[in-house]
């Protein structure tokens, strides 16, 4: 014999009415723990518990607030430079950065300047030098020497006389 007749309450239905049941039992079970007693010290035990979870988690967020103020962790994370304080220096801040970028010009503008001021300082002890040589070879040539060259050209030859010859007075 097969069961053919129609039953108008579906499976999800069923399901939902089986589970307001035992959800009714529960309530009855636990109506009957605290009208007898049981229930006052779970019920305090959780309070407790409850109370100290909610110490440790403002423990806990009272550390991490600490932590965050700090200046290190305000300079690693950037948050200071949102923190009231820092606002109101930022003009400050500015002034000073324009301040250290123009030393940085300016030393390298000195550098520059000094580099140059080098090589025309080489250039001139160079020029210098030159001119020493110069004068060095136009004094070696002296008149004695000229004379001497400019006979030995022409084919004559000068000679220092031997003996010392002096001079007449009249």
């Known amino acids: 014999m097969t069961n ?3 039953n108008p309450i579906t ?11 035992e959800l009714d039992r529960r309530i009855r079970r636990m109506v009957v723990r605290v009208q007898s007693g ?7 035990e959780d309070r407790r518990l409850e109370e100290e979870e909610r110490a440790q ?18 300079i690693f ?19 000073i950065a324009v301040m250290c970028f123009i030393s940085i010009v300016v030393m390298f503008a ?12 080489q250039d001139v002890q160079l020029l210098r030098e030159r001119s020493i040589r110069l004068q060095e070879q136009l004094h070696r040539r002296t008149t004695h020497q000229a004379i001497r060259d400019s006979l030995a050209a022409r084919g004559i030859d ?3 006389p031997r003996q010392k010859t002096s001079v007449l007075e009249e």
């Open 77 to 95: 994370s950037g948050t200071i430079l949102t923190s009231r304080g820092m606002a109101d220096n930022y003009r400050y801040f500015a002034a």
């Open 57 to 74: 988690a403002e423990e806990e967020e009272r550390k991490e607030r600490k932590r965050r103020s700090g200046w290190r962790w305000q």
């Open 11 to 21: 499976e999800e239905e069923l399901q939902a009415q089986r589970e307001s049941e």
């Open 158 to 160: 000068l000679r220092d």
């Open 110 to 121: 000195a550098l520059y300047a000094d580099l140059r001021y080098s090589r025309a300082e």
């Open 4 to 6: 053919d007749e129609f």
């Open 38 to 44: 049981e229930a006052d010290e779970e019920i305090a």
